[in-house]
């Protein structure tokens, strides 16, 4: 995807932000367009905001500002993502057609007056934004400049409304086929909630007490299928006007209403927004899980970072500034694991308008601010980058393991009236994934139906809902390997088929088989109650399982200790079955526990050959090697401990060659690759 130089994202390093020249006049348009060459970008995300700028009133277009601010991009050889305008419809559109503003679950209206007010079940909704999205194709297509096209802004809009009602309706017997099936899934037996015709379904509006599971659940589906609709609404009319057209838009990371593993085979670009809180000293491990989940989800289509603060957002409470070196850090996990496009929101700080505190990269204080410095920066360096990546040869890597994680069960594990509120699947899945960077293993974040052949080790940190599909290719990686991979599965998994309804035996009921043991008992607990694992102890969080062992061939890993209450002293916490090689974890267990676990049951394959220091994050990949200090230590590290193939290492950054060993410091990072050939060496230095 290049219409100047080289291609980005395949083979240079997308660099730049948001650009929103609607708020701000030609002449600083000019001065942006010359910092921005001296700041390295060579991207710009344009129009997310602009629908009431080209479409001032119904029908009546202006497109020369666009028009202009296009073409001084092109000419300084910026390439342009353009988006098209639809997250925030005029206030004319409110106005004239209330039908286009979506309602909530009290049946609240969403007005105009701020932005993502519109309701995607909306046809007038749609209609208008079939309008001027062709506007803007017959127009922009084939520009030189443009090189993606951004749909939309963050889709996550839920709408409670009639016309909603109507579009979850006949997706419901799209889904199920009968009125029958529908009751049968969502068990409508319980508390006289039987329907006797399709017309009485509606949302699960706000109701006087726990609602139905198998509602809440479906109207989820349906939201993001709704949502994934008005997206290819979109990306078709773009396809139709340039065939080759890259199409994306913005992820949220783990965003739960949006089911991205449904959506990311539709996008062509997979990429992401993401906004680590700078007062979590860890938020390095959200960071780097969240990345791996790009990643994964990109499954070899490029992937980007299209949004993230340079220091401080506007939009929490209290907003204590990111550090510079922690941006620099949060670029570079990305570029480790894949990246190829860092880019900010947004390019120049507004003084007007909700965002007027969010930093940007260049803030009011201008170009001599140590903010803006470090954007210059970052873009040199990941120019640097960019040619090194592309010509490095290849290094020998470990096989990765697959972390399997289920967006539909996720949503299960959120609904209220469980056992405890505290088994959110994706905050077991950080537990998970902390304890695999600490030992400095490298997954992918895969849902239950992904292919599972290629991968060294399988970890079920949770899955509480799992469809037939899902337990036949978990058994198929177990029955069907000849060399057994581990199967290592947490708890509270496979408790429940895909409509929510509970198996009935002792659990984990479809795998017990393999796992080797009897689930009697669920037991939330409170703090205090601990597990011994080859003699060291470690607390249990929030959830223990009271389970039996029924096979010769598992064994017990860790029992609860004799003071635990509910019966669980002496019990199973954690087992192996030697016949499958499965792993049964009957406790929610820290990172701590998880990384002892984890060093007995991953394959020496999966490993690198020491694990890293604490708050050292090293990712190995088959193009180089990364290594981020996320301690205010130096940190000295043997080159020996985190690669088998240490022969003409050197650092991507300064060309500097590594022997032996490099020495970080503090909050500091590096990429290591190694030189190709000597006749490409010479490219590589022309
Ligand atoms: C989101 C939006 C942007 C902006 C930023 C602020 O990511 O897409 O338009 O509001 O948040 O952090």
Redo the contacts with the bound molecule.
């Keep these: 995807m290049h219409r100047t130089g080289q291609p980005l994202l395949t083979h240079r390093i997308a660099y730049g932000g ?1 650009y929103n020249p609607e708020q701000w006049s030609p002449d600083i348009w000019r001065e942006d367009i010359e910092l921005m060459t001296h700041a390295g970008v060579n991207l710009v995300t344009l129009g ?2 602009s629908w009431a700028c080209l479409e001032p009133r119904p029908g009546e277009y202006d497109f020369a500002w666009l028009d202009e601010v296009m073409n001084l991009l092109h000419a300084a050889g910026i390439c342009v993502d353009l988006a098209t305008p639809t997250a925030s419809p005029p206030p004319w559109m409110g106005r004239l057609h209330p039908d286009t503003l979506a309602r909530n679950a009290d049946g609240t209206t969403m007005h105009w007056g701020s932005r993502n007010h519109f309701s995607p079940a909306s046809q007038t909704y749609r209609d208008h934004s079939e309008r001027i999205v062709t506007r803007l194709v017959e127009r922009y297509a084939g520009h030189p400049a443009v090189v993606m096209w951004h749909v939309g ?2 889709y996550g809009q839920m709408c409670y409304s009639d016309e909603s009602a109507e579009r979850f309706r006949a997706w419901l017997v799209k889904r199920y086929g009968t009125l029958e099936a529908i009751n049968e899934a969502w068990g409508t037996a319980f508390w006289s909630q039987r329907y006797s015709t399709i017309d009485e379904i509606i949302p699960p509006r706000t109701a006087p007490y726990l609602i139905n599971p198998g509602l809440n659940l479906d109207f989820r589906r349906y939201s993001s299928d709704l949502m994934l609709e008005c997206f290819l609404e979109q990306r078709d009319i773009i396809r139709q006007a340039d065939p080759q057209a890259v199409v994306t838009t ?1 992820f ?1 990371g783990f965003f739960a209403p949006v089911n991205y593993q449904h959506w990311a085979p539709h996008l062509d670009v997979i990429a992401d ?1 993401i ?1 680590p809180d700078p007062s979590d000293p860890d938020s390095w491990h959200t960071t780097a899980m969240t990345h791996t989940l790009m990643r994964s989800l990109a499954r070899g289509k490029p992937w980007m970072i299209m ?1 993230q ?1 340079i220091t401080a ?3 929490r409470a209290h907003n204590v500034p990111k550090p510079l070196h922690q941006t620099r850090r949060e670029t570079l996990s990305a570029i480790a694991r894949g990246a190829r496009g860092v880019c900010f ?2 390019w120049r700080a507004s003084t007007a308008g909700s ?1 007027r505190f ?1 930093s940007a990269m260049v803030p009011h204080q201008g170009p001599t601010s140590a903010t803006h410095q470090a954007i210059r920066a970052l873009g040199s360096e990941l120019d640097t980058l960019s040619t090194v990546l592309e010509n490095a040869a290849p290094l020998a890597t470990p096989q990765r393991v697959a972390l399997v994680f289920d967006w539909e069960s996720w949503w299960a594990t959120q609904e209220p009236a469980l056992p405890t509120n505290r088994l959110d699947a994706r905050d077991i899945l950080a537990d998970w994934h902390t304890a695999l960077l600490r030992l400095g293993v490298t997954s992918d974040i895969v849902a239950p139906t992904d292919p599972l052949g290629e991968y060294a080790a399988v970890v079920v940190p949770n899955l509480y809902q799992a469809s037939p599909q899902a337990l036949a290719n978990l058994r198929d990686c177990v029955e069907r390997s000849d060399h057994l991979v581990p199967l290592i599965v947490g708890p509270f998994t496979a408790v429940a088929d895909h409509h929510g309804h509970i198996h009935r035996g002792g659990f984990p009921v479809p795998l017990a088989d393999l796992t080797g043991t009897h689930g009697n008992d669920w037991v939330p607990l409170e703090a205090g109650v601990n597990i011994d694992m080859a003699g060291a102890q470690y607390a249990v969080a929030d959830f223990a399982e009271h389970i039996t062992v029924t096979s010769d061939l598992t064994t017990t890993i860790a029992h609860f200790t004799d003071d635990a209450p509910h019966d669980l002293a002496g019990h199973p916490a954690i087992t192996h079955n030697a016949g499958t090689n499965t792993w049964y974890c009957a406790a929610r267990l820290s990172p701590d526990a998880l990384t002892h676990l984890l060093r007995a049951a991953l394959p020496s394959s999966t490993r690198l050959p020491a694990e890293p220091p604490h708050g050292v994050d090293v990712v190995s990949a088959p193009t180089h090697l990364a290594v981020i200090n996320h301690t205010n230590e130096h940190q000295r590290i043997a080159l020996a401990d985190i690669t088998t193939d240490q022969q003409n290492l050197f650092c991507a950054m300064t060309g500097a060659p590594v022997e032996d060993s490099l020495t970080l410091p503090p909050y500091d990072a590096t990429i290591l690759v190694a030189a190709p050939a000597v006749s490409e060496t010479k490219e590589l230095n022309a």
Excluded: G, I, L, S
């Design positions: 948001d997310v905001f802004n963050e913005n949220m927004d906004y949004e603060a957002v506007n939009w929101f947004q965002e969010h």
